[in-house]
């Protein structure tokens, strides 16, 4: 029996491993198909992309710190998806966040030491992104109103307000395109070593295996699973529902605002007019293929990073415009739940079995 | 301020509003059908996207501004057959779907139009447009009402024809049944699979033509990512319509107006930042929700794919 119960456990591993690569497989070998079909050779496509995201000492420290602003919104959805929200509108938080943290962090690195610059800086991106959920969240909360069109609302505006605040109230008179004044690069967070990679990165790193953890260990972490998973039997059960979605919605966003201010002050240190790189919506599918998992989401995170930077290469050099990446993510996704599909109903069959 | 509210400024708004809101509505009106056999369809602003591309490529190649709507609305068709599939068929998440259909559609549209014309967007000949007889001839508000391409009056017909779809016919009582409850249906003898796949596919149809619309008579031209965020608006119209076409009919042209409000600003010569113009039809959703969210109405089975037997 034990040698059963062996084969059984490998069995399982194995089946676990393919429905991660099933999804990442089929998606490369579609978008190469794509590739083929518009003229270009995909082999030599993947193989610059993963040149230039992974095999240079430059590309792989650039996908590396990209992965700071990915990790700690892939943070944030963790704790709304766990919670049974759709929070949608991750984009509007981050840059909301992001452009008061650069008209910010220039004007206080003037007269404040800098750990305390940090710090304000990081409370204000938490508490701009928190805020920019309180009307998904009221909605949500008070009227049952679905979160995943308010969320969305509520991203483009931020999107659209964020854009008036870089060219009016926040604009350095000094450029001449609309931007924000820009933080010394001796301000900006310190770089690890002798390597381009920021510090930002070992905190987000740190705050996606907290919550990773607070959710699956914790009693606040129990009440958002068990909102999630039913948000009726929550409330029979003496869960303050109301309460539970708003702080939810805050720390989601708070944490999606937390990684504008670390782009920032790690990376750009300032922002022009409307840049928007509109990671939320490439990070949720990403939330998703780890199954909510911390650790998973890192692994994805940094496949994903490394598919970015190399993408922005392969655009300049190979002609394969960087709306590719956005063709792939989207085929990873619908393979990724074609094949929870598919394990779904093995499930069901098995259990149907006598 | 007083010298703003010219005979010019008002045609131009009104007419605006017209061409901003047609697509909302005929979008609108497909996500209405969707929503009511219980399909939450967030996919549709990918086939708004793909309906642009392939109504603008159509009638760039072809001339023809008929053939153009009818590609645009095939490829929003055939973009809905993938949505059907996964979510009605497999029973796949929507939403998760949605998203997926959403991205791929930017991305691919703006890949295939990128590789098409190269960094250059050639622009289509001027739309025709139908002026209607003696309406057309009123004073200001006759050219700018009644003097539009043909889709716009069709597009106000199909919100008629829904009307009485929806309260006479066989097929639109089976999709309230499907949204509010599919066991009923089922019980019934109809088959809930068949009836949400066929309102996946009008919406589908409907939302590619209202794309081909935005990029055949709207702008005359294609960008990428140029529907930004029309098919959400639509899918909020759709909400807060509670299941009645003409609510969409006027909320598509509030919007409408609110969208035309930058090109009717700058004719009076007023000068706001476009970015404060664009925040203000979402602006006008969040308002609209936070107002009326007591008011609007989803079906109960909306989102929930069904089994037979399940409970």
Known sequence: MTGGGERERAREALLRTLRIVLPIAGALIVGALLLVALGKDPLAYYGYVAKRGLYSASGLQASITRM????????????????????????????????????????????????????????????????????????????GINEIISTLMMSFLG????????????????????????????????????????????????????????VEHTAVGLRLQMLGANPRAALHFGLNVRRLTFVAFALSAGLAGLAGAVDVMGV?????????????????????????NGYAVIAFVF???????????????????????????????????????????????????? | MTDLFTEAFIASLVFG????????????????????????????EGMLLVGAYVGFSTTFFTGSYPIGFLAGGLGGLVTALLMAGLCVVLSMNQIVVGIAITLGAEGLTALLHHFQFSRSYPRLSEAASWKIPLLGDLPVLGPALFDHNGLVYLAVALCLVLIWVFRRTHFGLNLQAAGDKPAALDAAGVSVRGTRIAAVLITGFLGGVAGAYMSMVGAGLFLPFMTGGAGFIAIVLAMLARGHPLWVLGGAFLFGSGLALTTALQVAGVNIPTDVIQMLPFLMVVVVLIVFARHSYLPPALGVPYRRGER
């Open chain 1, 68 to 143: 700071a602003p990915l990790l700690l919104i892939a943070a944030g959805l963790i704790v709304a998806f766990r919670a049974g929200l759709w929070n949608l509108g991750v984009d509007g938080q981050f840059l909301l966040a992001a452009v008061c943290v650069a008209a910010l962090a220039p004007a206080l690195a003037r007269e404040l030491p800098l750990p305390v610059v940090y710090l304000v800086c990081f409370a204000t991106s938490i508490a701009v992104g928190a805020a920019w959920s309180l009307v998904p969240a009221f909605l949500k909360a008070v009227h």
């Open chain 1, 159 to 214: 999107v659209s307000l964020a854009n008036v605040l870089i060219k009016i109230p926040f604009n350095d008179p000094a450029t001449t395109v609309p931007q924000t004044a820009t933080l010394e690069v001796a301000d900006r967070l310190a770089r690890i070593g002798d390597t381009t990679v920021h510090w930002g990165v070992v905190l987000a790193t740190l705050v996606v295996i907290g919550v990773h953890h607070a």
């Open chain 1, 268 to 292: 750009h240190g300032t922002i022009r007019a409307d840049w928007n790189p509109a990671y939320g919506i490439l990070v949720i599918p990403l939330v998703f293929l780890a199954r909510f």
């Open chain 1, 303 to 354: 496949f994903f990073a490394v598919l970015l930077i190399g993408g922005e290469s392969a655009s300049r050099r190979l002609g394969v415009p960087s709306f590719f990446v956005l063709v792939l993510v989207a085929l990873l996704m619908l393979f990724f739940a074609l094949v929870e599909f598919l394990a779904h109903v093995r499930r069901a069959r098995a259990s149907a079995r006598p």
């Open chain 2, 17 to 44: 509003a017209v061409t901003a809101g047609t697509p909302l509505l005929i979008a609108g009106l497909g996500e209405q059908i969707s929503e009511k056999a219980g399909v939450l369809n967030i996919g549709l």
